[in-house]
């Protein structure tokens, strides 16, 4: 059977597996449990992260065939040596759990322009059978041994198909989460998922292999912020979706600089994952919650410097340059309110506009009205408006308080779901 798996991996689309990675494959046989591990330059961090996950496998798995899998975008700092020479037995000799399987520590390099890493650790779950997959982010620094069993339990033992992950953060941390992929994720699948786009989630074997056998990856939308993808297809394809909260979220807000990426590969993903699902969304309405163990979301409240100023230069310098853009993308409504709102410093983007601004967006992106890319980085500079007043609004605010504006955005978002349906199906 694994030979048969081997010799078609070789031939169709999952060519892109090198003979190297194969023969490791092949070394491991079947596996219980699959832990995924993407790299890149991570050598100073990836060791207490790599013991964190053998100690959990060792603790809570002792019975299991389990591999550590690292797909490596390209490391020149030893981190793939790193990742390989990870072995249970120096876990072992530290723990009074006797662990009864050998645990497989294995290393792949992948080509970011051919796939990404989700893809290598799918081909390898179609492979290897698992029950249960995790994926790990190399920056998960605040990781410990727990976090093993609360991924993957809900998966091995609970027969969910998908974990996604909640978080105690800063309030003003993630707030491109917060302000626009949870409201609109949750307004258009109708799930109240936390994270759609996780650095960290779990998922059974068999959503794996239905991901690979309908999922093409020629295109770069589909290589890019492909867990987007990961995660609609669990919603649309009815796998039972849950979440479980792991505790402190490593804060990774991107700089200024940052900011393109971080949209292309989350919210550019979300808006070309809504074609495909289309007459799954179109027809939900509201929202409800999904299977939580903990917290749904924690905020803590410490001092955070964050240069406002330079936020409002951003925000107005962008709607005033990009103007003749976003005349190929907003209604003239829309755009007047912008207009009127970047320049002043009392200016509120409120949540009725960001929807409504975030909904003719997916519309634009989705006619192709100027070039898809273009789109989303003329996104940057309306994101960043949004998330100043995000800021100003819950400067004094509770950790209950900033929950409850959270949730009245997510109720601009359901509400102004027919808007975007209009949009999508021709209105102007």
Known sequence: MMETKLADARSGEDSFLTDDFLRQLMSVGEADIIVGLPTLDNAKTISPILDAIQTGLVRFFPRDRAAIINADAGSHDGTRELAMAAAIDDVRRNSKVSALRTLHSISTQYAPSEGSALRSFLAAAELLRPRACAVISPDATHITPDWIATLLQPVYRESCDLVLPTYRRHKFDGILSTNLLYPMTRAIYGLRIREPYAAEFAFSGHLANDFMSQHSWREETARIGCETYFTATAITGGYRVCQSFLGVKDRTEARPADLVP?????????????????????????????????????FTLEPLPINRARLREM????????????????????????????PREDGCYSGELWAKTIYEFAAAFHKSVINRDHIIQALAPLFRGRALTFLVENESSTATGVENNIEALCLEFERWKPYLLELWQGGE
Not at 271 to 297: M, Q
Request: net charge neutral.
């Open 315 to 342: 925000f107005a310098s962008g709607v005033a340059e990009l103007e003749s853009v976003f005349r190929s993308i907003l209604s003239p409504a829309t755009l007047a309110e912008l207009q009127r709102i970047a």
């Open 262 to 298: 971080a949209i292309r590969r989350t919210v550019g993903a979300l808006f070309a994952s809504l074609e495909p699902t289309f007459s799954s969304w179109s027809t939900r309405k509201g929202s409800h919650s999904i299977p939580t163990a903990g917290a749904e979301a924690e």
